[in-house]
C-alpha cells in the first residue's frame, strides 16, 4: 500500500479497531505535518493579548500611570483577531485528524469533531454576541471546558496509540494528565452528594495541583519532540534562539522578584492560572516556564513546518493558562493540544513526503 492509502477492510468495517502502525505509519498523514491556516497568526495574537491585557496593563495601573490608548485598544482587537483565526484553525486542524480515516476508531473521530464543534460555537457566541452574555462562570463556558478537557484527553490517547517514540508518549500522557486532574476536580466540585463530603475539598486540591504539575512539565517535554534536533545551520539558529529566550525569561523573573508579593501573585494567576505555589515557592515556576518559554521560541523560528506548529502549540499552551474558565482561553488550549500533537505526529514524516 503506498503513502496516504486507506487501509480497504478498515473503510469497510469502521468500528473494528484499526491497527497499530509502525514507527513509519504516520507518514499516512501527512497533511498533520502542516501547519493549519491562521495557526501562526491566532497564536501571535494570543500572545500579544496576553503580554497586554495581563502583564503591562496591570503593571502600569499598579504604579498609578495612566494607561497608553494604544494598550487598552490593542489587547481587546488582538483577542478578537485571535478568535478569529482560531475558529479557523480549530475548525480545519480538526477536520485533518478527522479525515484520517486509518488513524484512529471512527467513534472517537465523531468525538473529535463534535467536541471542537463545541468549543468553537462557544467562542463564536462569546466573540460575537455583546459583552456580558455569556460570563466567565456561566453555564455555557462550564460546558466548553467540559469539552475541553474531554477534546484533549481524546486527542492525547489518539497521538499515543500512534505515535512510537518515548517522548512523544510521555508529552501527550501530560497533556491529557493536565486535562485529566482538572476536568476530574469540576466533576467532583458539581457532583452531589460527594461534593459535601469533608474530603473532598482536600481532594479537588489534591487534583489541581496534580494537573498544574502536568501543565508545566508538559512544555519540557515537548521540546525533545518539537525542537529542530538536526546537526544543520537551521536547528543550530533555532536552539540559540531558543537559549536566548531561556536567559531573558530568567532575567524577567529576577526582576519580577522586586514586585510587591500581592501583584506578582496576582500577574501569575492572571497570566498562567497557577495558584498552587504563589505563596509557598513562587519563583519556583521560574524554571519551568523559562524552558517552556525556550522551547516555544526555538520551534517557532525553525524553517521547517512540522515544528513551527509546535511552537505555536507550546506558545498557545502558555497563554491559555492552567484550567481556563473563559472561551478565549478554552480556545486557546484547545488549539494548544492540537498543534502540540499534529506537531509529535508530524515529526515522523519526511520533508519529501509533506505535500
Known sequence: MSVGDVDSTYESEPDEPPRSPSPTSVARWPRLSRVPPLALLAAGASLCHVVLFRLLLPLLASQ?????TVLQLGAPYALNLAACAGMISLTTGTLDFVLARDLTYLSRRIMLAV???????????ATFLPNGYIG??????LLAAGALHTYVVQLALTTMRAESSLAGRTTVALVGAASIFPLSSLIVRHAEPISRWSFAHQGIASLHALGELAYLIAPIAAAFVVLPWSDDESGRAARRAGAV?????AVLFGAAARIPNALYGHMMYSTLRL???LERASLGYAIPISLAVGAATAAVVSHDPRHRQGGAGL???LAGGYNPLTPARVFMSALAAMLVCRAILGVGVEPSKKS
Open 64 to 68: 498609578g500611570l495612566t494607561l497608553p
Open 115 to 125: 467536541l471542537a464543534g463545541m468549543i468553537v460555537c462557544t467562542l463564536a457566541l
Open 136 to 141: 466567565p462562570q456561566s453555564q455555557v463556558v
Open 245 to 249: 529566550a531561556v536567559c531573558l525569561m
Open 275 to 277: 495558584e498552587w505555589a
Open 315 to 317: 506558545w498557545l499552551w
